[in-house]
């Protein structure tokens, strides 16, 4: 995206704030917003400037990227928004000032990948930022030309622009590069004019489905290896037979009068 012109006329002794929110999703779509905050007295005033020519609204509208464009004030500034709704963050053109850039085509798109596991699933993301005009751009166009102007300018001042790049990560963040991780795994850059950063995020998803079934599992087996020894706990007793008496004992107590004459016979002699 050309970000050139909205910055070369945007720029006064006041503060200008360049705001780049990405939200990823779990299947790699989510949404982009490129917020450009101008203090609104310069606004007035520079459309004053521009009359009869072409509204400085009308040059910061037109530069940015096609998407939902709304502006609204808040707190002093006038914010011109871009949002997009992509499908595949592998095909979202990285950030750029000048949409210029001798840089290899694998940094010319943000890319994510994901290793799947059974109990959890990595997530790798990585982006491109190049906030530097390049100097190809500069020596071909000339002293006059806008970016020449831009570069010049922002280079003696890095305070006039302040950028924030940031990414709302779909899985906890593990693994970044960023200057500060925030709530609701959010990455956050804080960058300057000149700045060509790579971005990088490494998260975790932890499938609770997962363990959840393991301990269910784990429970039926507990139970089956319970029933088995029941199974064999009983089988085994009704093989152990009640003790009874010897028979030579009963032949013995029937027997005693052969060998024992009772009181009573004698008795009789």
């Not at 053109?93 to 994510?112: G, V, W």
């Not at 959010?186 to 000149?194: C, S, T, V």
């Not at 971005?199 to 290896?225: D, T």
Request: aromatic share 14%; charged share 30%; proline share 2%.
């Amino acid at each position: 995206m050309t970000l050139a012109t909205i910055v070369v006329f945007t720029v006064s002794c006041d503060e200008t704030v360049f705001d780049i929110f990405t939200q990823i999703n779990t299947d790699y779509s989510g949404t982009r917003v490129v917020d450009i905050a101008v203090k609104t007295q310069y606004l007035k005033k520079g459309e004053v400037i521009l009359a009869g020519n072409e509204s400085l609204n009308d040059k910061i509208l037109a530069a940015l990227p096609e998407g939902k464009i709304e502006t609204f004030e808040k707190e002093d500034y006038t914010h011109f928004r871009s949002t997009i709704e992509f499908e595949d963050i592998n095909f979202l053109q990285h950030i750029s000032i000048d949409n210029f850039a001798e840089t290899p085509p694998e940094l010319f798109y943000a890319k994510m990948e994901m290793d799947d596991y059974f109990f959890y699933s990595d997530y790798f993301f990585k982006d491109y930022v190049d906030m530097k005009v390049d100097e190809a751009l500069i020596e071909s166009q000339g002293q006059t030309d806008d970016l020449t102007r831009l570069s010049g300018l922002f280079e003696a001042d890095l305070e006039l622009l302040k950028i924030s790049y940031q990414v709302k990560f779909p899985v906890k963040i593990i693994e970044s590069n960023a200057d500060v991780i925030g709530d609701d795994n959010i990455a956050i850059w804080n960058l300057k004019f000149g700045d060509q950063r790579e971005i990088s995020i490494e998260g975790k998803k932890i499938k609770y489905l997962s363990y959840v079934l393991v301990v269910i599992l784990g429970l039926v087996g507990l139970f089956i290896i319970f029933l088995f020894f029941v199974l064999i706990y009983s089988r085994r007793k009704k093989r152990v037979t009640k003790i009874k008496r010897p028979y030579n004992s009963y032949d013995n107590y029937f027997k005693r009068d052969k060998y024992f004459n009772s009181l009573d016979d004698r008795d009789k002699q």
